[in-house]
């Protein structure tokens, strides 16, 4: 269970750092995010890649929540302890970001492009969840990776131990989501949303 986890959690970590890259781009404006996921797309959109990039999500939570619930052991270090709240995090987000994703795509009829990712980020009182819940999803991926890192590197490098890599890891990742949301954000400005995703912000008219 354990490998298996290990395998798709590679699989979609490729798209993950992928994914993260278009969003760094939204800090040159939403033509740059957009010009860019249209390009990815090509990849990940092709019929192939994406039909595996959705059965390793699916495999990845199954195979995630089955290990917290037969492991249960005790959380001996941080490392341990960080390990298992990211990935319940990740295991609740995932579900609730690729089914809206989903549901915006083939029943909504949305293009889930830029605008349909920072919809809720920049309007009042959505904001409120989709802050916390963008930020804690990038933290909790750096966090996990960390964890695992913490696991499996056995060497120092550069002088710096174990540990102090994965304290880096998990910097590197709190900045990566501020520098994120500024950009979903238009440098915390605000981001004027097409009308035709009003229905995810409670707008009808
Ligand atoms: C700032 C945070 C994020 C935003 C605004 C965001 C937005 C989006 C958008 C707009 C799509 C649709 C892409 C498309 O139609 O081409 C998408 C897809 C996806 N995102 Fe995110 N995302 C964020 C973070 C994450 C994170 C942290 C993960 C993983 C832990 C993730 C995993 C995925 C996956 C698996 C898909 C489905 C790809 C597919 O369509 O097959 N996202 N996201």
Excluded: C
């Excluded at 001996?76 to 990211?86: E, F, H, N, P």
């Excluded at 009182?125 to 964890?147: D, E, M, T």
Aim: overall charge positive; hydrophobic content about 50%; glycine content about 8%.
């Amino acid at each position: 269970m354990k490998r298996i986890h290990f395998i798709s959690g590679l699989t979609i970590t490729i798209f993950i750092g992928f994914h993260l890259a278009n969003h760094f781009a939204s800090i040159f404006g939403a033509a740059s995010h957009i010009d860019l996921m249209d390009k990815l797309r090509l990849i990940y959109r092709n019929r192939i890649v994406e039909s595996i990039l959705l059965i390793a999500v699916l495999v990845q939570i199954i195979s995630g929540v089955n290990l917290f619930f037969s492991k249960r052991k005790a959380l001996i270090s941080y490392y341990d302890t960080l390990q298992i709240w990211t990935g319940l995090y990740l295991a609740f987000f995932l579900i609730i970001h690729v089914g809206a994703v989903l549901t915006g795509r083939f029943i909504l009829d949305l293009d889930t492009n830029f605008y349909f990712g920072v919809a809720g980020l920049n309007t009042f009182p959505f904001n409120l969840f989709f802050v916390p819940y963008y930020g804690l999803a990038i933290i909790s991926f750096f966090g996990h990776l960390a964890a695992i890192h913490h696991q499996k590197m056995q060497k120092q490098i550069v002088g710096l131990t174990v540990a102090q890599q994965s304290n880096g890891i998990l910097f590197i990742g709190i900045v990566s989501t501020v520098i994120i949301l500024y950009g979903l954000t238009n440098g915390f400005t605000g981001v004027e949303i097409p009308e035709e995703y009003n229905i995810l912000i409670g707008k009808y008219e």
